[in-house]
């Protein structure tokens, strides 16, 4: 199967002849195209996408052979995405500051600028791009309701924080700002559940959903959180084609840092990274060392050696990170026996 995606896409890709780089804001978009150079601003709506069509009409611009490159920006690309997808037209979204760095050295900035250097580094990195797949309607559903999940979960957060502090200092629970406050807490905590349940449903509607929802929860420290986490931010294990390749993108894999005979840095993992997917594995982390026999013998082992904790807990992710992918590729459980493969 993987075969079989590689010589499509390699296909594909050797028919494409036109790039276009998008910039895209909360209100309008600019197109440019890399070889005509001709410049389109249309507004992030359904009118102003027809608007596209035509321009590309009229720019004699085949939809087959041409690609659209933009930079990951949220919701702004959400509904683009949407009818590019319908319409037939490939596009690609790269990490904002990739095409930065690419550029060099560069004066002066401008939505259409922004377009033409986007559409600039499109071409020169035409064999790497990856046009992007469609997910599920199931996986954009529970996308948006971890997202709103993860947002009531903050500002709740907060709203405690800010309730213990008026505690501290004395604040009858009668007076209206504690009551207030606490009000909303509670009203959170309500909707919270009530996401947390629509999330469980989405879940067991899609048969490849629940399936590998069930393999994650089946490892030690993985649970219902980072289970979900997982499946969305790897689109169900179809965006990373290795454990390697998705823990570089959460930021646990080691990198060397060596130059010559004067850098001799520690191995280190990068900066650059999927924080809240971190943060997450951090915790799968600390809850595998204390339920599961083999990590917790393994994290003692090595801080008894005098091995920095810190490493020894990414050490530990990594392994996480490993047996997921390994689960899927699978599609068996994790079990004890599996341990020393995963």
Not at 78 to 84: G, N, S
Not at 266 to 274: I, N
Request: proline share 2%; with cysteine; glycine share 4%.
């Amino acid at each position: 199967m993987a075969t079989l995606l590689l010589i499509s896409k390699s296909k594909f890709m050797e028919n494409v002849i036109h790039y276009l780089g998008a910039d895209l804001s909360k209100d309008v978009i600019d197109f440019v195209s890399f070889y005509t150079k001709a410049h389109l601003q249309i507004e992030n709506t359904r009118d102003g996408f027809k608007q596209l069509l035509k321009w590309l009409k009229q720019q004699k611009i085949v939809v087959s052979s041409m690609m659209i490159v933009m930079e990951h920006t949220g919701f702004y690309s959400h509904c683009l995405e949407e009818f590019l997808h319908q319409q037939g037209i490939s596009f690609c979204k790269v990490n904002a500051l990739e095409i930065k760095r690419s550029m060099g050295i560069t004066r002066g900035k401008s939505d259409k600028i922004d377009a033409a250097r986007i559409a600039s580094y499109a071409f020169a990195k035409k064999d790497t791009l990856t046009p992007q797949a469609k997910p599920s309607e199931a996986l954009q559903r529970l996308k948006m309701l971890v997202t709103s999940r993860e947002l009531l979960v903050k500002h709740r957060a907060s709203l405690k924080c800010a309730i213990k502090e008026f505690q501290n200092i004395g604040m009858s629970k009668n007076d209206l700002v504690l009551q207030s406050q606490l009000k909303v807490v509670k009203a959170m905590g309500e909707q919270i559940d009530r996401l947390e349940k629509e999330i469980e449903h989405c879940i067991q509607q899609d048969p490849v959903l629940v399936k590998n929802y069930s393999l994650l929860t089946s490892i030690k420290g993985v649970g219902p959180v980072v289970a979900t986490t997982t499946l969305i931010v790897t689109q169900n294990f179809t965006r990373f084609a290795t454990g390697r390749k998705f823990a570089c993108f959460c930021g646990t894999a080691p990198f060397e840092h060596t130059s010559g005979s004067s850098i001799r840095g520690k191995t280190r993992v990068s900066p650059l990274a999927d924080k809240r997917m971190k943060s997450l594995l951090d915790r799968a982390a600390c809850s595998a060392i204390t339920c599961d026999p083999e990590l917790k013998a393994f994290f003692e082992r090595r801080t008894a050696m005098g091995k920095i904790k810190k490493s020894t807990i990414n050490i530990v992710r990594n392994k996480i990170i490993h047996r997921m992918f390994a689960v899927i590729k699978r599609q068996t459980q994790y079990t004890i026996e599996y341990s020393r493969a995963a």
